[in-house]
């Protein structure tokens, strides 16, 4: 049987059709898939960016307020021991009776009233308000037994009492601060301040900013917004909320659980939030509202700061980029298809012009060689020349980075060392002028005119350290005669205060040996000295410092050491780097010991670490004795 080919030829326009058919099918709802999911990337990755970007804002303005808060917390803490120095008030808890009472409660109220603090007053130890700042009003405290309260029983034992809770006369919200009175070393009584922290929320409310502060047990205490306040940011067990009730913090508050409809951890303390909306507050917005919550602990209290930043103009922004994503998108597919389709009306004419280009590109080709070999050799010439003037250009800049280097490192040596150097006498000065106040009250002219020419004689030391840091800086005109027994005594008059708080037994064994090195910059290497050593026998029950010396040779070696817990052998590596140190922030900058040896290499001498067997730590400082000036004798022939 034969086929006859003529039957299958009606079949070939079809056949050919047929591809272009399935294209115009296929690519419409191929380009509307393709729009809707780049309509949705835009969306994530606008969103994404957005809340970056508003993560590294947030960062600024959370470390911004939460030291606003942190500044508002502790502006207080000195008044609670400032009461250890009024005689009336250890005259009231000594001997308590009515004339002594009244006396306290008029020095507190006046004092109340210039601190700018809720209330102040002093109880006894077995917890009984003795005096009061609002002894005059009808929920005085007067009497009150505030034994439970946490911040009274941290402070009788000797430690600094920090509570946040709603008072149990008052019911009214507050923050509390409480310092052991001592006399002769044992408590006597505690000194309390009451302060209110609705400021920090009415700051909040006026600058429109969503914040809130949680305490050491989870619950909210300061909030911009009302409906958040003294709600928990975590889940209370059963006995979490009966000890609560218990000590009375937050009197009878239910403490319900601040639950948001949904959480999403992005870092480390930086979380996505999603809140029922305040029918009140968010009027008009969407039943639900979103936020980037940024979560930082404050400085010196168990609180946490959180900051809540809206999400809704952000998610708007991602909906319209994702929108224009999935539009552009469209407009470019269209192009695409447009340019397609005269791409191949255009081939038919680009065709016909090929050979007369074909003929006239040979011809190009041709010229384009034999010019080839002159605009390399020009464009080689040409890059030498370039990289010529560049390496002079960038040896005349590295010379000018070096000059401005050395510049600001001598800039920054001097200002770190006057910070550094000044906090000593500046600290011994605001001692000083607080007594002096004091005993100016008291009538004690004499003693009041000493502490004031101690006062002016610590201004001359500060105005010799910048001079002597000066000179320092310069390292050429390192000259000066200083008296060993001077430096010691001075020293030990600025480290005062602290000598006498810690009870130092001092052991000075050593002589008056004049020493080739300024008497500044000596009293500048002890104070550093014997300072480190007094923060090392910070928790020793019975500190001793040995200031030992010798001379060997043409030098004097001094011997400073302590019985405190000596240095481990990791810090000993690190111990005289810039900007190294194991205290807190607030307590040093790591530039003590590093000023010191740079000090005595100044004036041709060494500073030395050694560890004895018996603990504690010893640095030896050696230095080169001052030329002896020539007798009468010495002179004669």
Same mark, same amino acid.
């Given at each position: ?91 009231? &808890? ?58 009274? %029983?941290?402070? $009788? ?22 310092? @052991? ?27 429109? &900013? ?59 303390? $930086? ?12 009027? @008009? ?25 809206? &999400? ?9 980029? @994702?929108?224009?994503?999935? $539009? ?164 030990? %008059? ?112 060494? &500073?030395? $670490? ?28």
């Amino acid at each position: 049987m034969k086929c006859d080919p003529a039957l299958f030829r009606p079949a070939q326009p079809a056949l050919a059709v047929k591809p272009r058919l399935i294209r115009q099918l296929l690519l419409p709802p191929l380009i509307i898939l393709l729009m809707i999911g780049l309509g949705v990337a835009g969306f994530l990755i606008s969103e994404g960016n957005g809340i970056r970007t508003l993560s590294e804002t947030g960062e600024r303005q959370l470390e911004l307020h939460a030291r606003t808060v942190e500044s508002e917390i502790s502006k207080y803490t000195y008044l609670p021991s400032l009461l250890e120095l009024e005689d009336s008030v250890s005259s009231l &808890l000594t001997r308590s009776d009515d004339a002594h009472r009244q006396a306290v409660n008029e020095y507190l109220e006046g004092l109340n009233r210039r601190s700018r603090s809720r209330a102040i007053f002093v109880l006894d130890t077995s917890g009984r308000v003795q005096a009061t700042s609002n002894w005059r009003d009808a929920d005085s405290f007067l009497g009150e037994d505030l034994s439970f309260r946490a911040y009274f %029983q941290d402070a $009788v034992r000797g430690e600094p009492g920090r509570f946040y809770g709603i008072g149990s006369t008052t019911g009214e919200a507050g923050y509390f601060l409480a310092h @052991g009175l001592e006399e002769h070393g044992k408590i006597i009584g505690v000194a309390v301040i009451k302060v209110r922290l609705d400021t920090l929320e009415e700051r909040w409310q006026r600058a429109r &900013l969503e914040a809130f502060v949680s305490d050491e047990n989870g619950i909210i205490i300061l909030s911009s917004d009302p409906a958040r306040r003294l709600k928990s940011v975590r889940p209370l067990t059963p006995q979490t909320k009966e000890r609560l009730a218990r000590s009375l913090q937050y009197y009878w508050w239910p403490l319900n659980e601040l639950q948001p409809l949904a959480r999403e951890t992005l870092a480390d303390g $930086v979380e996505k939030l999603t809140f029922p909306a305040n029918s009140e507050t968010d009027k @008009g917005r969407h039943h639900e509202v979103a936020y980037l919550a940024q979560t930082r602990r404050l400085a010196d209290t168990p609180w946490h700061f959180t900051l809540l930043t809206p &999400l809704q103009d952000l998610r708007r922004e991602a909906m319209v980029q @994702g929108v224009l994503a999935g $539009v552009a998108f469209a407009l470019l597919a269209i192009l695409l298809i447009a340019w397609n389709e005269r791409r191949k009306v255009l081939a038919t004419r680009l065709a016909a012009r090929e050979a007369l280009q074909e003929a006239n590109s040979q011809l190009e080709r041709k010229i384009a060689e034999r010019t080839a070999d002159l605009r390399a050799s020009n464009d080689r010439l040409k890059g030498q020349i370039r990289e010529r003037r560049h390496a002079e250009q960038t040896l005349r800049h590295a010379q000018d980075e070096l000059v401005q280097a050395g510049k600001l490192a001598a800039i920054g040596q001097m200002s770190t060392s006057i910070a550094h150097e000044l906090n000593q006498p500046l600290a011994a000065l605001r001692t000083l002028s607080g007594n002096t106040v004091r005993f100016l009250e008291r009538g004690a002219l004499e003693t009041a005119s000493t502490n004031l020419r101690t006062m002016n004689a610590l201004i001359d030391r500060m105005g010799r350290i910048t001079a002597s840091l000066r000179s320092f800086a310069r390292r050429g005109d390192d000259r000066g005669q200083a008296s060993l027994a001077k430096a010691v005594e001075a020293s030990l %008059q600025v480290l005062g205060s602290r000598i006498a708080s810690c009870h130092l037994q001092l052991h000075s064994q050593f002589d008056d040996p004049q020493l080739a090195i300024d008497q500044t910059r000596l009293e500048q290497i002890l104070v550093n000295l014997i300072g480190n050593a007094l923060d090392a026998m910070a928790t020793q029950p019975q500190p001793a410092l040995w200031l030992e010396g010798e001379a060997q040779g043409d030098k004097y070696r001094l011997r400073v050491r302590d019985n405190g817990h000596g240095i481990d052998v990791e810090t000993r590596k690190h111990l005289f780097e810039p900007f190294f140190t194991t205290k807190p922030g607030e307590h040093g900058l790591g530039l003590g010991l590093t000023l010191s040896a740079s000090l005595a290499a100044a004036a041709k001498g060494t &500073l030395n $670490v050694e560890h004895p067997a018996a603990g504690g730590t010893a640095f030896v400082l050696a230095l080169p004795l001052a030329a002896r000036p020539p007798s009468d004798a010495d002179e004669r022939p």
